[in-house]
């Protein structure tokens, strides 16, 4: 069963640091995209970025490059996505999906930047 | 600036049909958009239902089907259930890049 786990939800300082986690199993992880897709509370949905594990070749929305980094470690299966300095219009529920069709999405992870 | 435009909202009786509309600004939707299309419930992640313009997933419902009309992308919903009550959202490709459109909320009544 093809599986997308996320990290747990986050609460965070504006100016503070944060990677969040996506672990994929049940299929050939170095071989399919992931995908990572913003959603502000009550917004749509905005794609941020693509990795492809096996090379790790990156491409990113131009709304979100220099913003975030997309990266990935084999030896565990997991994508990550990271920031440096975390602003409170980064509040949001971060996705991670699979593959350029998106078939299969981790449940989301809850990023709430506040002071 | 790249934006792709669906109906902000759209109302259906179950039972009936309605289609769904996606648009580009950079000009008409071809099979080289790759259109996707997304349902998403209330609190729920998105769920895919249509890849590649026409291809529905295996857990696609008969009664979902996607195609090009008039220069855009589009969803019909044939039969529509009370269970269809959601956001749905395509998705586009442009060279390298994927890009959302705002929504539909369709309403069942």
Request: with cysteine; net charge neutral; proline share 6%.
């Amino acid at each position: 069963e093809v599986q997308l786990v996320q990290s747990g939800a986050e609460v965070k300082k504006p100016g503070e640091s944060l990677k969040i986690s996506c672990k994929g199993s049940g299929y050939s992880f170095r071989n399919h995209w992931i995908a990572w897709v913003r959603q502000m509370p009550g917004k749509g949905l905005e794609w941020m970025g693509i990795i492809y594990p096996g090379d790790s070749d990156t491409k990113y929305s131009p709304s979100f490059q220099g913003q975030v980094t997309i990266s990935v470690d084999m030896s565990t299966n997991t994508a990550y996505l990271q920031w440096r300095s975390l602003k409170a219009s980064d509040t949001a529920t971060y996705y991670c999906a699979r593959g350029d069709v998106l078939d299969y999405w981790g449940q989301g992870t809850l990023v709430t930047v506040s002071s | 600036q790249t934006v792709v435009t669906q109906e902000p909202s759209l109302t259906v009786s179950p039972g009936g049909t309605v289609t769904l509309t996606c648009a580009s600004n950079t000009g008409a939707v071809t099979n080289s958009y790759y259109p996707n299309w997304f349902q998403q419930r209330p609190g729920q992640p998105p769920r895919p239902l249509i890849y590649s313009t026409t291809n529905k997933h295996s857990w696609t419902p008969a009664r979902f089907s996607g195609s090009l009309l008039g220069g855009k992308a589009a969803l019909t919903l044939s039969g529509v259930q009370p269970e269809d009550e959601a956001e749905y959202y395509c998705l586009l490709y442009y060279s390298g890049a994927w890009v959302f459109g705002g929504g539909t909320k369709l309403t069942v009544l």
